[in-house]
């Protein structure tokens, strides 16, 4: 990463905060020199509180950290982006976001990491974990058995019904990446290069 010009602002610098998984702003903070290298050395967020004077640790009273994922630096050297994995609500109310945001997008990133994490955690009352454990062949015999269910219900007017048969073929579609020792990101990355070479 380039130098972090503190100068600009008198020592601190404005950091934008988004979740890495879903990409919705969290909240905006500041940091100085110190915050900024205890943020590197501990992987979890830490402000400079112009109200208190002190280093911050975002979760420090209650637990929801601010898991460092990826640091970027703007253009002109004095902003900050940081991509976090919250561990929690990350406003002060108790809500997702400080904007009052209602955000929907973006939530396969975080259900794909849940699946991670229940899979990891070898859970075994985790119905993830159970099917995971059967093996691939198994999932893709799920996966196929919704897609199925999907067809059939686009045939009939009952949208809920629909809805939910989307809802669990994208489900167990992550799931089957997961087998397949792969991410939908990499999947993404097949359908924009796609895009960029249908119009070129």
Known sequence: MKKINFEKGNGLVPVIIQNAYNEQVLMLGFMNEEAYQKTMDEKKVTFYSRSKNRLWTKGETTGHYLIVKEIYLDCDEDTLLIKV???GPTCHRGTVSCFDEEYEKGFLYELQTI???????????SYTYQLYQKGINKIAQKVGEEAVELVLEAKDNNIELFKNEAADLLYHFLLLLKAKGLELEDIEKILKQRHQEAHT
């Open 85 to 87: 994995e919250p561990q």
């Open 115 to 125: 699946q991670n994490r229940r899979i990891e955690e070898k859970n075994s009352e």
